[in-house]
Every structure is written in C-alpha cells, then in structure tokens.
C-alpha cells in the first residue's frame, strides 16, 4: 500500500534538517587532481558503490578509452564533452545544459575541445588500461581515497567503518 501524505493536509508536516542533510558550499572544496591528466573534481557524494563528482577537464583534454561497468551520468554548465564512435564514425557531443546517459558497460574515449565543468555520477568500477598494457580498475572508493588525500573529504562526514576492509 503506497504511503500517504495525509500529514501535508493537516498541517502536521514539517520542513527539518536531518542529521544526514549536507549542505555544502562547494567553493570551500579544493579541486583533487584526478588519475589522468587534465581532469580535476571535487567529491560531492560518496556512497561506495556510487559517487557524485563536480568535474573540471581542460581544454583540449583527450581522456584514454576505457569502459564503465555501471551506469554514468554527466551534466554540463560550461564547455564540451564527448566522443566518436568508431563504428559508425559519427562524432556526439554535449555542451552547456546538455546531459548525457550512458548505461552500464558503455565503452568511450571522451574529448573535450573546450574544457568543461560538469557534474557527473558515476556508479562502478572504471576499467582501463596503464601505459604498460595492464588493466587499471578505478572505483568510486578510488576517488573517495584520493580526495581524502587531498584534504577534500571533511564536508560529505563519511563513516569510513562502511568501507570494506
Ligand atoms: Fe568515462
């Protein structure tokens, strides 16, 4: 049975700040420089499994082809951010106020001609490659770890008993 908001009629539901609400000035973040070069983010959430990124890429910056394992999420403010596919050689981009969708097992090499900053949420493991061949995996624990190096985590008041051992 759905649950009713019947409270909203009488009066009796009111506006709180829950103890897990974040309300959080992104400005006092410091941008984490990411794995490749040319990409900054600040961790906006975290989950484990899942997080939610504000990404900043320069100019002309040409990520290595890599595959998402879940689904990944991308809005943009400033800029442009895409890819080609091989298959059919057409080029699909996103610019200001475009958002991207990409399902789980999507496989890319996104380029940026303008830069961007976006916000983007990424559930999964990344899977790439190293300069040696070798296969790289980078999770949402990854960044989570990074930025906790960067002194960029403090704001999301992550119970780090959660992760795994
Ligand atoms: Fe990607």
Redesign the pocket.
Known sequence: MAQMLSDTYTGNLKAKKEAGNRFTDTNLIPWTAFFLNGVDYKLLDFTGDRCTLLVKLEKGTK?AI?Q?LGP?EVYLMSGSFGYVDEATGESHMIYAGGYLY?PPS?V?Q?VSPDGFTGIAV?HGD?LGFAADGSQVNIGPIDYYRRAKENNAVAHLNFDEALLPA
């Open positions: 990520l890599h998402h990944v990409e999507t890319h996104p990424i990344v």
